[in-house]
């Protein structure tokens, strides 16, 4: 038996921070007091730059973030379950904690094979998915989220047609530009600081990261829609998916367990998928803008059109009452590897609190 220590704890938390995040700002920070390895908002660091504490996709995120680290746990045959607390502190948002402490079976505690969970923004073959696997996918849940498959062409280009009026509202909308802009990294030395999206990771066609970073001023982007530039950049967002063989749509009571859970199945579909081989490539802008009509911060002159979409979305995802689209996965077989993302140094996120 050996006890827990800071090298066991750190191991898992540096786990847990290969969990996806959008734009990849990684908004999570821990702290281990010797007993109990709590999670955080980083409000000093993320604050402003990407989603709230408390909006969905950072729920969504905190998903995945507990179910690898209790993933981590099971494979040291020492399981940990998170208890959720939801409280706000002087030094930000807390979410809750998990209990480390006591003793450790001999095999626990050594270094984790990195998760085999990644993003793909390339491009993919046709190739049909197995139907074993399809299957799995469908008979997933957790609490009260499924994932629906969409396989058929007429479904995936009608999804295609959701992403592509979201991507549309996405780039009229100033404050995402801003944080787009604000997470995108273009050079190596930018890249190396381990948080945001690095233009590499993106699979633009060529010209692509030039046109990015000319288009990083929201005034000249405002001239460029005047011009139809955000039909013609949602239109190279959506045409992918129109192509996919199959899109994985994850849904789930609309509240916060519900964002929660459906992080959780998020980060085991994922996986699933790529165990088998399978690309994923999240799409999280359809949830996002009719979240933004729901909260009321959909700027006035596009509240129709996101209405039209929110109608949309629910018809074609068969949606119940109560029930919300999380995430839009385009998956599919990869035709070429992709680079892989990176993340903060685990000093960034990492903090030990009174001792051992
Ligand atoms: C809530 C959420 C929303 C995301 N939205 C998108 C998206 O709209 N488009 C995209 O390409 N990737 C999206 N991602 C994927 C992240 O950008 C990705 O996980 C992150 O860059 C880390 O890369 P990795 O998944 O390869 O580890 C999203 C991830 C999460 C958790």
Redesign the pocket.
């Known amino acids: 038996m050996s006890a827990w220590t800071q090298e066991t704890v750190a191991r898992l938390v540096r786990y847990a921070q290969?969990s996806?995040?959008?734009?990849?700002m990684q908004p999570f920070c821990f702290q281990w007091d010797g007993r109990q390895l709590r999670i955080a908002y980083d409000q000093g660091r993320v604050a402003g730059h990407t989603f709230g504490p408390e909006a969905p996709?950072t729920l969504?995120?905190l998903g995945?973030t507990v179910e690898a680290i209790e993933q981590a746990t099971r494979l040291w045959n020492h399981p940990a379950t998170f208890a959720p607390t939801f409280h706000d502190t002087p030094d930000g948002f807390e979410y809750g904690a998990l209990q480390l402490e006591g003793e450790l079976p001999p095999e626990s505690g050594q270094p984790l094979p990195d998760p085999i969970r990644?993003?793909d923004?390339g491009r993919y073959s046709r190739r049909e998915l197995p139907s074993a696997l399809v299957q799995r996918l469908r008979a997933g849940v957790q609490g009260g989220c499924r994932m629906a498959v969409h396989s058929d062409r007429a479904s995936t280009r009608a999804i295609a047609a959701l992403v592509q009026s979201a991507s549309e509202l996405r780039f009229q909308t100033p404050e995402l530009h801003a944080w787009l802009m604000d997470s995108l990294r273009f050079s190596e030395d930018a890249a190396a600081r381990g948080d945001g999206?690095d233009v590499r990771t993106l699979g633009l066609p060529p010209g692509g990261a030039l046109m990015l970073r000319c288009l990083g001023n929201w005034r000249r982007m405002a001239f460029f829609n005047r011009l139809g530039g955000h039909r013609a950049m949602a239109g190279i967002d959506a045409a992918p998916v129109a192509k996919a063989p199959a899109v994985v749509a994850v849904i789930g009571p609309d509240d916060r367990d519900g964002a929660l859970d459906a992080g959780r199945l998020l980060y085991r579909g994922w996986t699933w998928l790529n165990e088998e081989g399978v690309a994923v490539?999240?799409?999280?802008?359809v949830s996002d803008q009719v979240q933004r009509l729901r909260e009321g911060s959909m700027p006035q002159a596009l509240r129709e059109r996101a209405q039209r979409l929110q109608a949309e979305t629910a018809r074609q995802m068969q949606l119940a009452p109560g029930e919300h689209l999380y995430m839009l996965l385009r998956v599919g077989y990869a035709k070429a590897a992709p680079t892989?993302?990176r993340r903060l140094p685990l000093s960034r996120v990492f903090e030990v609190r009174g001792g051992e």
């Open positions: 290969l996806p995040s959008a734009d990849n996709a969504l995120s995945t990644h993003t923004r999206l490539h999240p799409y999280y802008v892989p993302s």
